[in-house]
Structures are given as structure tokens and as C-alpha cells.
């Protein structure tokens, strides 16, 4: 079975810190996604990439930017934390578009 | 505006008991139809993965089915465990949209004994 791993499972980090959230998968996927999911509000799309390098935005992409130097690490990187990005963020891989995502365990960040 | 929305919003029920949600979408041109059951503090796993020419598909006392014709999607779950206790996403995506699917807000589970 494919892996993804983010690196932690709860962080907190102070209002205008610079912060990485890392992640990992196994299985050689073109495609990896990061999510942040807030109550009542769903997944919502942060970013994505299709290839090393690559990059495309998604539905919420301001206050965050991406990188992709290696097929298998996708970093998730919040230039200058605010409260209001608080959240469980998520990361994914997909196969192809006819298969499904595999997430990883979240991480749970709090911005005081 | 592609959207996916789930109903109940929440669903209690007693273990042993059977359940189907329901997941209605606007997605086009329609690709697949996910369901995941997320645990909670944990991300998505997914149950099935469903195209246009299925309308059934299992997985254990997991049971997806698929209407194409009016966009609607229903999860049964048979005999149902305490483990059962989730949120249940459905996730449309739509052709030649890369990487860019639509999820529902999810239904909340809980199975009491």
C-alpha cells in the first residue's frame, strides 16, 4: 500500500513565523496535494503538483507556497503564520486521475 | 459551479442497525465518485472509487451505489460497528479538471452501542 507521511501530527508555531509542513510518499506518484480542512467548511484545495516542479494553485493558495524538488517530498511552506490558518492540513497522493487519493495522517496546526 | 453536497449532516444510530447517506452532485463532465471514512484527528481513507459505467460497488458492509443519470450516490453501511463511528466524504471529480476535485462537507457517523 502507498505511504504518505507528514511529518507531525500537532504543531505550534507563533503569528508571523515562517513554517514547513513535509511530506512524504512510497510509491512514485506524479500527483500530490495539500488540503487544510476546517469544521464545516470541508477539504478545501491549497495546492498541487503534477511533477517535480510543477506546481498549480488550487482554491485557497494565499498565505502559502509550495515546493517540489524531489518526486516523492511535497512541502507545504507558510511564509508568515496568521491565526487564521489554524487548521488540520492535509496531504495527498494520487496514481492517476482514475484512482483514488491516498492521504496522510493530518497535521494539526495552531498559530498563536 | 461543481458542488457535492451529503446528506444527513449527522446520523446516530445503534450498532447492529443498517444506514445509507446520500450524496448528490452538479459535477460535469463526471469522471468518478469517491467515498472516504475519516477518522477523527485522521486523514481520509478510501472506501470505493466508482466510474460512470458502475453503479454498484462493494467493499465489505460497505456498499456505494451510483445514478449517473440524476447525480446521486448513496453509502450503505450493513450491520454496523461501533468502529463504524466516522465521517463519511464523497469526492466527485470531473474530466480534464487535473487535480481538481470536489468534496462534500461529509456526514458524521456515530454508532452507539
Known amino acids: 500500500d502507498v505511504k504518505v507521511t507528514q511529518s507531525s501530527r500537532y504543531l505550534v508555531k507563533r503569528t508571523g513565523e515562517k513554517v514547513f509542513l513535509e511530506c512524504v510518499q512510497d510509491m512514485d506518484h506524479e500527483n500530490m496535494f495539500w488540503y487544510r480542512q476546517d469544521p464545516g467548511l470541508g477539504l478545501r484545495l491549497i495546492y498541487f503538483?503534477?511533477?517535480?516542479?510543477?506546481?498549480e494553485k488550487g482554491d485557497i493558495p494565499e498565505g502559502y507556497s509550495v515546493s517540489r524538488e524531489k518526486k516523492e517530498r511535497f512541502s507545504l511552506i507558510l511564509e508568515s503564520a496568521s491565526t487564521n490558518q489554524t487548521s488540520m492540513y492535509l496531504c495527498a497522493s494520487l496514481r492517476t486521475e482514475g484512482s483514488s487519493y491516498t492521504f496522510g495522517s493530518g497535521t494539526r496546526l495552531t498559530v498563536v | 459551479k461543481n458542488q457535492v453536497e451529503q446528506s444527513p449532516q449527522s446520523l446516530i444510530i445503534l450498532e447492529g442497525k443498517n444506514c445509507t447517506l446520500q450524496?448528490?452532485?452538479?459535477?460535469?463532465?463526471?469522471?468518478?465518485l469517491r467515498w472516504y471514512k475519516q477518522d477523527t484527528g485522521r486523514g481520509p481513507v478510501s472506501l470505493t472509487i466508482?466510474?460512470?459505467?458502475?453503479n454498484t460497488k462493494s467493499n465489505g458492509r460497505y456498499t456505494a451505489t451510483l445514478d449517473a443519470d440524476t447525480k446521486q450516490s448513496s453509502l450503505h453501511i450493513t450491520a454496523s460497528q461501533l468502529s463504524d463511528s466516522a465521517s463519511y466524504i464523497c469526492v466527485v471529480s470531473a474530466s480534464g479538471r487535473r487535480g481538481k476535485s470536489t468534496f462534500g462537507d461529509g456526514t458524521t457517523l456515530t454508532v452507539k452501542p
Open positions: 503538483s503534477y511533477d517535480v516542479k510543477m506546481k
Open positions: 466508482m466510474t460512470f459505467s458502475e
Open positions: 450524496c448528490n452532485y452538479t459535477v460535469s463532465p463526471f469522471s468518478n
